[in-house]
């Protein structure tokens, strides 16, 4: 096996076994296989990115950073299939052929036709997200995807450019490149959008505990709520304008290692998203009523001395930041108001693992 994406961490090392010993690492009955296998691990926002200046390229208005979590993750095989007449999408074990397969498609097409490759392909993924419920699964699908296209074409390519190739899938996708916490420089064109590693191994004591209170796909999705608030809330300059500010606040609070900034800046800029949801011609929201239950719980934790912060993406699942010594405190607690959600806890989860399967004859 080799690693063919440059500093990355060999698959066999990664904390993703389960999901790679459910997906074949060996070629099939195909001959002059060549085969990869990527895992990447979702991305949480802690300054979200929403708003595209540029759709096809997803180009963003303002900077991001995001926490790369352990827990939840998607480990993706792709082959190429000289003698195939078609293309496979094969998710959790059952092949795809509706709008999940075929957005696949037209990011792998995309890929081809940027590294002058061809061929039909066989994707096999398996994610460890819960999907389209605001539990940033496409961070992780389209990292793990763009990873293991690289690998099986043997193109040898920088972190740089993987996240560009990854943010053509998903914006966020960009930041799974990296391991603990990450930057998504916004550019103004291809080249200059891509991520960055802000600190891959962070010294912070920072959880998150993922709240699922219903993990029913969204009313909107992320990339049609974040058009119509481009397209028509008279408060998207303001978010814009926020988010930079929140995006520098955000920097220095990580560099000073302070939980309770961190907490404060993300908590904020999550709200500032939501109000924005709701300013929209239409509006919108992604609350249900135990979001802001969960939200109450978490407010009313930080009141009584126990601090912890939530932020939400686009699904109406939270995201709550706590330190080691509290996340029992706050789990018991919501555990107890919400008994009906699942809690999933994670730390910093590492970067993107690529390994090449080898070639067959
Ligand atoms: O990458 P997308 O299209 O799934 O958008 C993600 C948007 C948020 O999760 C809400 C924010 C972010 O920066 O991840």
Request: charged content about 15%; aromatic content about 8%; overall charge positive.
């Amino acid at each position: 096996m080799t690693t063919v994406v440059r500093e990355c961490v060999p698959i066999s090392e990664a904390r993703s076994q389960s999901a790679a010993t459910t997906i074949s690492s060996h070629p099939s009955r195909h001959s002059s296989i060549r085969a990869a296998i990527a895992t990447a691990h979702a991305n949480i926002a802690l300054i979200k990115y929403w708003g595209k200046k540029d759709t096809l390229l997803r180009l963003p208005f303002t900077p991001s950073i995001s926490m790369t979590v352990d827990q939840l993750y998607t480990t993706t095989r792709f082959e190429i299939l000289p003698s195939a007449d078609h293309n496979f999408f094969v998710l959790g074990g059952e092949e795809q052929s509706g709008a999940a397969a075929q957005r696949a498609f037209d990011y792998v097409r995309l890929l081809q036709q940027r590294f002058g490759v061809s061929g039909h392909f066989r994707i096999e993924t398996v994610n460890h997200v819960p999907m389209s419920a605001g539990l940033a699964s496409s961070s992780s699908a389209f990292a793990a995807l763009a990873g293991a296209f690289a690998g099986a074409y043997g193109l040898h390519v920088s972190r740089a450019e993987l996240s560009r190739m990854a943010r053509l899938g998903s914006g966020s996708a960009c930041r799974s490149i990296y391991g603990g916490l990450s930057e998504w420089l916004p550019g103004t064109d291809d080249h200059s959008s891509y991520a960055i590693a802000l600190n891959e191994h962070p010294d912070i004591d920072l959880n998150l505990i993922a709240v699922q209170v219903d993990v029913s796909p969204k009313p909107i999705s992320s990339t049609q709520g974040m058009a119509r608030v481009v397209a028509t809330s008279p408060y998207f300059p303001v978010w814009v304008q926020q988010t930079r500010k929140a995006c520098a606040q955000m920097r220095e609070a990580i560099q000073r290692k302070d939980f309770s900034a961190i907490g404060q800046i993300a908590q904020q800029n999550a709200l500032d998203m939501h109000a924005l949801n709701l300013t929209a011609r239409p509006g919108f929201t992604y609350f249900q009523p135990d979001t802001i239950r969960a939200m109450r719980v978490v407010d009313d934790l930080r009141a009584s001395g126990v601090e912890c912060y939530y932020t939400m993406d686009a699904g109406s699942n939270l995201k709550v930041l706590v330190q080691s010594g509290n996340v029992s405190a706050v789990t018991h607690r919501l555990s107890h108001d919400l008994p009906h959600a699942m809690l999933t806890r994670a730390g910093f989860g590492p970067g993107i693992s690529v390994s090449r399967l080898g070639e067959k004859e």
